[in-house]
């Protein structure tokens, strides 16, 4: 892709759990350890990155600790349905 067409590509998340687990390569981003987050266009609009960075300097925390701490309410959530 050309670089001046990244320019209208919404932005998108890299979260990576280097670290959080003992495992073999745990201190090397890989695929099977590391996720990247796609914002659609539909979603864009709603800024989830610009107000993940404003709560995450509000509550002192990083944006990688609330989307961690959203993604597992999310699991809960949805498995408790089950």
Avoid: W
Wanted: charged letters at 30%; aromatic letters at 4%.
């Amino acid at each position: 892709m050309h670089e001046a067409s990244l320019r209208f590509l919404p932005p998108i998340l890299h979260l990576s759990i280097v670290g959080a687990h003992r495992c073999k390569g745990a201190d090397t981003v890989t695929r099977e350890n590391a996720l990247s987050v796609y914002i659609s266009l539909s979603k864009a609009d709603a800024r989830p990155i610009e107000r993940l960075r404003r709560l995450s300097k509000e509550r002192d925390r990083s944006m990688n600790y609330l989307i961690v701490e959203a993604i597992l309410q999310y699991l809960d959530r949805e498995e408790a349905d089950d």
